[in-house]
């Protein structure tokens, strides 16, 4: 039996001890096998070869242009109202806090999944609000599906329960990263977070050294 | 693709944000309880007068705190809107539900000898009161807390029941009727002096924080695309010690100035 004293103690101690818990194990996020916080790509995926369009108009080869850097391929719409922003504003955010020879080596590219409303103009407003380097590329449907398969990312498609001109796309969520050897070796599902990234570019910049 | 989903009480749902008006029931029913509880009380224990421009002052920014958009804003959306619901509950909710109910109130709620008289007693003591406010502050503002707690209602409406609670706590040793002992006026103003400075941890990790500390926040959809979970973080924190430190200020002033009046008073009388 323990006296109120006691029991005030022990409820302190218990208290005390939770709060720790919560504090140390908040982000324990799992590292995976390469030692990476993004999920593995088993095996790895070459970039493909195909021709998009930048956001001056111009011609954009994803293999070529992405040559000796890491790539960041991220599909998904201007009009998103949710995980499009928070990705790229993310990523704008973590970049911002990298060291320049860093960053230098990193792209984010983002392409549409719409590109019946994505403009090119749109497209270069939305994604330049983010961050000036950051790259917006639009296609044809069927060149953004063929990206898509060669990424190995379920195809997007317009949401059925939606209509007018105010549709959805539904889209898949994660980023995938290509090193530097172009090769498209991580998927970051959404979810993950800056500090996540902070710990992972580096290393992806660093892989084949 | 839905845009808004019934609630009780307002949680994060991860849907984007639109400002169209929902209605949380919980939340009114809660405020209907309040009053129903307030009235009750009053004529129960017989007041003589009752408080009403501190009961309706409570009610109406408990109201504004809970409800739509600032009780979904800072529910699902943005940390710094959390952080404003926090200060309005602690610092102008929980004395503002104290002063609803008049001293004569208090006696008969808490008779002396009871109980509920001898723990009213002992919360008016400073360390008493820095224990459990500053205990509730730190507790309910941990990420793993915070991000467990506010994608379930029950969760969410248990943070902002803490914070009621730890807003009545805090002012409970200065406002406390005489029955209950008081602190000196130089007690009240080292206290409330104390009060200001374990907040200054949880927002200063939210102003320098590398990274945004809230993975709720962090990934909520935007309200605005020009506000980062960054930039809100970092607001958050600001809002917390600069906003959140004027109203005991404030305070003190106040009870500086009228104290040494009144004692002036009795030395010259």
């Known amino acids: 039996m323990i006296d109120a004293p006691g029991r005030v103690r022990q409820a302190w101690r218990c208290g005390g001890l939770l709060v720790l818990l919560a504090a140390c194990g908040a982000d324990a996020t799992p ?40 790539a960041l391929f991220f599909f998904g719409y201007t009009n998103c109202p949710d995980i499009c922003p928070v990705h790229l504003a993310n990523l704008a955010a973590v970049l911002d806090r990298m060291p320049d020879d860093l960053r230098r080596q990193v792209m984010v590219v983002f392409i549409t999944t719409d590109p019946a409303r994505d403009s090119v103009p749109r497209l270069r407003a939305w994604v330049k ?7 917006g590329l639009t296609a044809s449907d069927s060149v953004i599906f063929a990206a898509e398969l060669a990424m190995g990312i379920p195809r997007a498609f317009r949401d059925s329960s939606t209509a007018g001109s105010e549709y959805l796309v539904q889209h898949a969520g994660q980023v995938v990263a290509a090193t530097r050897d172009g090769m498209i070796r991580v998927a970051y599902p959404f979810g993950t977070r800056q500090r996540d990234w902070a710990h992972d570019l580096p290393l992806l910049v660093a892989h084949g050294d | 693709m839905a845009t808004s989903t019934f609630q009780w009480w307002c949680a994060a749902t991860g849907l984007p944000w639109n400002w169209q008006w929902q209605w949380y029931p919980g939340i009114h029913i809660a405020l209907l309880a309040l009053a129903g509880g307030w009235w009750w009380l009053g004529t129960a224990h017989r007041w003589s007068h009752r408080p009403w421009g501190w009961f309706a002052a409570a009610w109406l920014i408990l109201l504004a705190t809970l409800d739509w958009p600032l009780g979904k804003l800072g529910a699902g959306y943005l940390a710094s809107a959390h952080t404003l619901q926090f200060l309005l509950l602690t610092l102008l909710v929980g004395p503002a539900l104290l002063k609803a ?57 248990l943070i902002d029941g803490a914070w009621l609670l730890g807003g009545m706590v805090l002012w409970w040793p200065i406002l406390a009727p005489p029955a209950f002992r008081r602190l000196t006026m130089f007690g009240k103003i080292g206290y409330l002096f104390g009060v200001t400075i374990l907040p200054t941890i949880p927002a200063m990790m939210m102003v320098f924080s590398d990274w945004p500390l809230y993975r709720l926040y962090e990934l909520a959809p935007r309200v605005w695309i020009g506000l980062s979970a960054n930039a809100d973080v970092q607001l958050a924190g600001l809002i917390m010690k600069v906003i959140g430190d004027l109203p005991l200020w404030i305070a003190t002033a106040v009870i500086f100035f009228t104290e040494s009046k009144q004692e002036q008073h009795r030395d010259g009388g």
């Open chain 1, 31 to 70: 590292l995976s096998p390469a030692g990476f916080r993004g999920v593995d790509l088993a095996p790895p995926l070459p970039v493909p070869e195909l021709l998009f369009t930048d956001t001056d108009g111009e011609p954009w080869s994803l293999a070529t242009e992405t040559a000796d850097r890491v």
């Open chain 1, 129 to 135: 609000q983010f961050d000036r380097q950051f790259v």
């Open chain 2, 101 to 157: 109910i008049p001293a004569e109130g208090w006696a008969r709620l808490a008779p002396e000898g009871s109980r509920l008289h001898r723990l009213l007693r002992f919360q008016t003591r400073a360390l008493a009161g820095l224990l459990v406010y500053n205990g509730i502050v730190i507790a309910t503002h941990l990420p793993a807390v915070v991000d467990g707690a506010m994608t379930s209602q029950l969760g969410s409406a």
